[in-house]
Every structure is written in C-alpha cells, then in structure tokens.
Nanobody, 123 residues
C-alpha cells in the first residue's frame, strides 16, 4: 500500500558531503513522521534524524551540526544532507515513515521502511 524509494548513497571521502532522498508513494493520507536510520555492520539500527509533519526535528547526537533533514510535505519526499562525513558514518541508511493511509484503505497507521542505501566514507 505504501512504498518508500531511496536514492543518493555512495562512496565519499572523509570531509565530503552526500544527499539522500526518500520518496513515499501509495495510499497515504498523512505521513506524520519521516526519518532516517542507519545500521553499520554488526550494529543495531539507530535513528539518525526525523522530522514531523509540523517540522519538529530530532537528531542523533553524533550527527548534530553536520547533518540536516528536510521534507516536502506536498511531495511526500524527504532528504538528508550529510556534510563533514566521517568514516564512522559508514552504514546502510534506511528511510522510515510513519503514515496514516487513505480513507479508502481504512485510515491505517503504518510504519514503513525503505530498501536501504549504502554510504561509505573512506579515503
């Protein structure tokens, strides 16, 4: 019913920048929280940043001042601008959304995940 498609990962040198994008499609009435998580090898999946429909933002301490999340409510699309990247930022990044589906699908409350995109920070 709801799909997330990510783009923008890749290989970057330390100190470089990348921008991730995530687009939600399907039977969406409201995407009330949109966010990004990451998972390094052998580690758990952790929150990087999220943003509510009203614009309230939460960042993990490790990315504050370096990463910026933004969203386009009209397009159900959100972004993660990553600057001053460090090797420890290397991980698979997953976009995440908490949505209310449309009236025709019963106003269901869903949590949806993207397929993941690999970000590698290395010289």
């Amino acid at each position: 019913q709801v799909q997330l498609v990510e783009s923008g990962g890749g290989l970057v040198q330390p100190g470089g920048s990348l921008r991730l994008s995530c687009a939600a499609s399907g039977s969406i009435y409201n995407a009330y929280v949109m966010g990004w998580y990451r998972q390094a090898p052998g580690e758990q999946r952790d929150l990087v940043a999220n943003i509510t429909y009203g614009g309230t933002i939460t960042y993990a301490d490790s990315v504050k001042g370096r990463f910026a999340i933004s969203r386009d409510n009209a397009e159900n699309t959100w972004y993660l601008q990553m600057n001053s990247l460090k090797p420890e930022d290397t991980a698979v990044y997953y976009c995440n959304a908490r949505v209310i589906t449309s009236k025709s699908t019963g106003y269901r409350n869903l949590e949806v995940w993207g397929q993941g995109t690999l970000v590698t920070v290395s010289s």
